[in-house]
């Protein structure tokens, strides 16, 4: 039936993705198809299920195919019908290894699935930043939309989750639990206070106002020593339990706010907790405190995601010392057993290839990994590789607005770094770090003022795009898990 259903779409223009196909139920097949670059939904039935308008291709009964057929947009209202009727939906996560590929442009979620199906881990497909959503000017709804789409279109029907990344505010909180997202990241860097500067006097009088359960947290593990291994313990330090405290408890505030906000609204879903763009790597004290403090609140998170030693800048791999990342890794999977009841989360994990061996080692396989701004590079890898004209362009661009670009992420480049044009006949253009992070940063201006041309190209080149963003997934989990 698919071939018959393959050439009758073809005789209107429409091409149909073939791994799509599949039922539902009794008498009711879904598939996605498209003519030109416009993804439709569709379904086989015999006559006993709709969505809404506006429908493509209406309530046709094809002879050939015995079956009513009818072509629909993925809107919001329409995914609901989805959801309600087959539980095409995100889920919170079950097992223990889970990572996250965040898809900027809501184009790749197919290629995603493509490697990810193939091992044993929870794929997160909806997963954008605040920062992400602004830049590319989308909303979590969308988002969430665009992965659907990729999930159907790859005829995937394991569980997948969707990840409100780098939640700061309520505002961005309420959008994504509407739009039915399952995971939620808090980022807690703006909250943190800042103590580094503070002299040991101020400090002092600051620890004379913490509350008695941040008291209490410092009095029970203060001095206490904990064995990693027969050779390897660490004692916890009062001084730097005080300057934990001091730099998160009003951060802890937020996270208790934020949690009675999802506990009333939602049934299940999981909590990151994310530290990790903080000034300063987060101490085994750090981690005890908020670990506890969250606890003792009985509040149920799924995943922290701390400040390793070294530097995790986007796009590029792990910089620092690898002895020492991995030594506090060890002190921090320790914690997560001793404390109980989550898991550690790496940020920033594109293209962290030097460490991605030690962290699964380490944390026995519990663990999540985001990545997002590596995949969207294939984009710009294949636009390099197919229109030089536009690549130029969109190389200038980003120069132009370099200085404006790192105003939200943290890289360690500059305009001085970058010949004024770039040597196009040079294949291994953009495997060069600080290409890879202009590139990686500039998403927000390049869509702004070139959003149509990249889109054309991504569309016209769809097979070679996929092929592009999966061999690049492969490699990270080929490098994760040795297979
Ligand atoms: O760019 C963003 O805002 C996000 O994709 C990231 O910070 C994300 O949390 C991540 O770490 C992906 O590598």
Redesign the pocket.
Known sequence: MKEELSNYLLKNSFLLYPDSFRRLKEDVYIFVAKKDSDKKIGFLTNGNFKLSSPHFLEDKYVEELGFYLNLYPLTYENYLILKDNFGISPVTCKEKTSF?T?D?LGLVTPAHIKVLKNYDIFPVLA??????LVKTNRDFKDVLLKAILGVLEAGYAGGFGADA??IKDEKYLMEAIDAGYTMY?L?LSDLLVKISDMPESQLKEKAQSLSSQSREIIDRYKGKKFSISTDEDFVVSEDELYKSALTYEKAMKFVEKVYGILKDRLQHFDLEI?I??GEKDTTVEDHIFVVEYLHRKGIDFWSL?PKFPGE?Q?AIDYKGDIKKFTSELKKHYFLTKELGGYKLS?????DKFSIYKIFNEITEGNFHI?????SWLQAISLIFEKDKDLFNDLYKIALDNLEESKK??KVLIDRDDFPQTIQTEDSQILSKPEIKQLFHISYGVLLDERRKEIYEVLNKYEEEHYEFVSKNIKNHLKEIFNI
Request: hydrophobic fraction near 15%; proline fraction near 3%.
């Open positions: 996250g965040g900027r997963q954008q930043s605040p920062r992400e990344d780098h990241t980022d994310s990790d763009e995601a995790f986007k790496l940020h920033s994990g594109s985001k990545t997002s701004g590596t939200a992420y």
